[in-house]
C-alpha cells in the first residue's frame, strides 16, 4: 500500500536535512571534548538502542511506518522509507567507536563525517565534474582537504593523534566515502577511519 506524503520543496528539504546532519553528526563530538567517556556512552547508547529498537518495529509494522511516512516524510530520504535511517547508522556508528581505547578517535572519526562527507555532497553537486564510482573527484577533495583540516586541529588538542595518523584517518575516511558500499556511509566512514586511527597509532607507537 502506497503512502503519499505531502509535497514539499526538495531543495529545501535538502538543505534541512544537511543542517540536521551536520549538527546531530557534530553534537556528541564536540560534547565528549568537554564529558568523560563513561559519562557519554551510556546515554549515547540508550538513545541508540531506543532508536534501532523503534526503527525495527517500524520496519515490522505497515501501519506504524506509514503514518511515520506521512508525519515524518519531509525528514526522511526515500530509500529510508523502506530502510533504516542515517541516524539510525550514525547512532550505531558512535557507540561502536567510543569504545575504543582513544575518545579522540572517536571524536575525530565522527567529525570526518558530519563534515568531510558534508562537503564532498555540496561541493560534489555544485563543482563536480569529474566522476569515479558514481562520485565526483572534487566532491571527494573537498571531503580529504576538510578531515585533514579537522585532523590537523584534533593533533594540536592531543598528542595521541599525531599528524601522520590524523593523515591516514584523513585519507581512509575519503576512501570510504568515494568507493561504492551497500553499507550506510554512517556506520563505515567513522568505524574504518576510527580503525585506521588505532592500527596507526599502535604502529607508530
Known amino acids: 500500500m502506497s503512502v503519499r506524503v505531502r ?3 526538495i531543495t529545501l ?7 540536521l546532519h551536520l549538527i546531530g553528526g557534530s553534537f ?16 549515547l547508547a540508550i538513545v541508540a538502542g531506543a532508536l534501532t529498537l523503534l526503527e525495527i518495529v517500524r520496519l515490522k509494522i505497515p501501519q506504524l511506518n506509514q503514518w511515520m511516512i506521512l508525519h515524518l516524510g519531509e525528514a526522511l530520504k526515500p530509500r529510508e522509507q523502506s530502510q533504516a535511517t542515517g541516524a539510525t547508522y550514525l ?3 558512535s557507540v561502536i567507536v567510543f569504545l575504543f581505547p582513544d575518545k579522540y578517535v572517536a ?3 565522527l567529525l570526518f563525517l558530519s563534515i568531510g ?4 555532497k555540496i561541493i560534489g553537486e555544485k563543482y563536480g565534474h569529474r566522476v569515479l ?6 566532491g571527494s577533495f573537498a571531503c580529504l582537504v576538510s578531515c585533514l583540516s579537522i585532523g590537523i586541529l584534533i593533533s594540536r588538542i592531543t598528542p595521541t593523534i599525531s599528524l601522520p ?3 591516514i584517518g584523513a585519507v581512509s575516511a575519503t576512501i570510504v566515502e568515494l568507493l561504492p558500499s551497500p553499507i550506510d556511509d554512517n556506520l563505515t566512514i567513522p568505524i574504518i577511519s576510527a580503525l585506521m586511527m588505532t592500527l596507526s597509532a599502535l604502529y607508530f607507537g
Open 7 to 9: 509535497p514539499v520543496d
Open 13 to 19: 528539504n535538502k538543505h534541512w536535512r544537511r543542517w
Open 28 to 43: 556528541f563530538p564536540i560534547l565528549a571534548l568537554f564529558v568523560p567517556n563513561t559519562a557519554l556512552l551510556i546515554p
Open 91 to 93: 547512532l550505531l556508528a
Open 107 to 109: 571524536i575525530t572519526s
Open 117 to 120: 562527507d558534508l562537503m564532498a
Open 133 to 138: 564510482f558514481k562520485k565526483s573527484i572534487e
Open 165 to 167: 595518523i590524523a593523515i
